[in-house]
């Protein structure tokens, strides 16, 4: 079965510095998506970023960037330049390919809780 | 709508009640999902409908829990006989398909209180 695994409940940055979140995940598939999303306290689920597995390239959006080494089954995201907003919680989330697994289920860690520090 | 809606925001029942939670997902979009959030965890999977149809429904923890989606756009997620256990954030979230983006579109939640 497939698993993510985020081992941080909780990080803290100061403001402007950059931090780095951890994922971790399992799969015996070799074509998926992985996701961070990021829930700030009103509680909507916001994409911040998403790597498809075929793609060697590492993802970057704006300050957000990731690190993805598919034979280490290693997803972790790095925030640059640190901003109050982005304090929320994060999740690492895996979806399998459709055509194996018949169905789109995302699949969620539990979570990181990012504080930024002014 | 614009985004996916969810009513109502937050319910409180009582114990062995019948609640119904909705979804309104983003025009157009054929997938919907329902997670549950208990308090410091991550979602949980519970169903997934494409169209009208329940496409995988793996999540659902026992047969106190159904789904509908009649028309292919709104969700309604039922639970009966409520217990305690029951109490968590439900989040709806939709999805364009055949994606290319595999983006999910959630909506705020409905927090469920059962006391």
Same mark, same amino acid.
């Given at each position: 079965?497939?698993?993510?695994?985020?081992?941080?409940?909780?990080?803290?940055?100061?403001?402007?510095?950059? =931090?780095?979140?951890?994922?971790?995940?399992?799969?015996?598939?070799?074509?998926?998506?992985?996701? !961070?999303?990021?829930?700030?306290?009103?509680?909507?689920?916001?994409?911040?970023?998403?790597?498809?597995?075929?793609?060697?390239?590492?993802?970057?959006?704006?300050?957000?960037?990731?690190?993805?080494?598919?034979?280490?089954?290693?997803?972790?995201?790095?925030?640059?330049?640190?901003?109050?907003?982005?304090?929320?919680?994060?999740?690492?989330?895996?979806?399998?390919?459709?055509?194996?697994?018949?169905?789109? /289920?995302?699949?969620?860690?539990?979570?990181?809780?990012? /504080?930024?520090?002014? | 709508?614009?985004?996916?809606?969810?009513?109502?925001?937050?319910? =409180?029942?009582?114990?062995?009640?019948?609640?119904?939670?909705?979804?309104?997902?983003?025009?157009?979009?054929?997938?919907?999902? !329902?997670?549950?959030?208990?308090?410091?965890?991550?979602? @949980?999977?519970?169903?997934?409908?494409?169209?009208?149809?329940?496409?995988?429904?793996?999540?659902?923890?026992?047969?106190?829990?159904?789904?509908?989606?009649?028309?292919?756009?709104?969700?309604?997620?039922?639970?009966?006989?409520?217990?305690?256990?029951?109490?968590?954030?439900?989040?709806?979230?939709?999805?364009?398909?055949?994606?290319?983006?595999? @983006?999910?579109?959630?909506?705020?939640?409905?927090?469920?209180?059962?006391?």
């Amino acid at each position: 079965a497939q698993t993510v695994t985020q081992s941080q409940p909780e990080m803290s940055v100061q403001e402007a510095e950059t =931090v780095t979140l951890s994922c971790t995940y399992d799969t015996s598939e070799s074509d998926y998506y992985l996701f !961070w999303y990021k829930q700030p306290p009103s509680r909507q689920m916001i994409l911040v970023i998403r790597q498809e597995a075929y793609k060697q390239q590492n993802a970057t959006e704006n300050r957000f960037s990731v690190n993805f080494q598919k034979a280490a089954k290693s997803f972790s995201l790095k925030i640059s330049d640190s901003q109050l907003g982005d304090a929320a919680m994060y999740f690492c989330a895996y979806r399998p390919p459709f055509t194996t697994s018949g169905t789109y /289920k995302y699949i969620f860690g539990t979570g990181t809780r990012l /504080k930024v520090l002014a | 709508g614009a985004g996916v809606s969810q009513t109502p925001s937050n319910k =409180v029942t009582e114990k062995g009640k019948y609640v119904e939670l909705r979804c309104d997902p983003i025009s157009g979009h054929t997938a919907l999902y !329902w997670y549950r959030q208990s308090l410091g965890q991550g979602p @949980e999977f519970l169903i997934y409908f494409q169209g009208t149809g329940a496409a995988d429904d793996s999540g659902l923890p026992n047969d106190r829990f159904f789904a509908v989606r009649p028309e292919g756009s709104v969700s309604t997620l039922k639970i009966q006989r409520t217990e305690r256990g029951d109490s968590a954030v439900y989040l709806c979230a939709s999805s364009p398909l055949p994606g290319n983006t595999g @983006e999910l579109f959630f909506g705020e939640g409905s927090r469920l209180t059962v006391l």
